[in-house]
């Protein structure tokens, strides 16, 4: 198991986002929406969007903190390199890392990315 303080591999570049919402697979939660898609880096690269529609910067904030939080708890559980990106809803900063991470492990397993 890697060192849980280890810096994630980040997604930050429009095409990067594009390319997920337009080719990649996804699943759909009141709490959280998750595009995945293989890619050829050897390693998972990761990006979160939190648009405006979720609150003030506190609560987008603390909904990517959340999200942040449960995908490091799963990340050692994933097999393979994958991009994925995690879209925050509304529902997303109300709620503890521990009940977003049954809602990611329930997605990121029917999307094949852990074993189930």
Do not use: W
């Amino acid at each position: 198991m890697s060192n849980p303080l280890t810096k994630l591999a980040v997604l930050n570049e429009n095409k990067d986002f594009r390319r997920l919402y337009g080719r990649g697979k996804s699943k759909v939660h009141p709490a959280l929406v998750t595009y995945v898609m293989k890619n050829r880096a050897g390693f998972c690269r990761v990006g979160i969007t939190t648009s405006k529609k979720i609150g003030n910067a506190v609560q987008r904030n603390r909904a990517r903190r959340v999200i942040r939080e449960a995908y490091r708890a799963l990340s050692p559980h994933i097999e393979g390199s994958y991009d994925i990106v995690f879209v925050a809803r509304t529902r997303t900063h109300h709620i503890k890392s521990t009940q977003l991470q049954t809602v990611m492990a329930a997605q990121l397993t029917e999307l094949g990315l852990i074993a189930p």
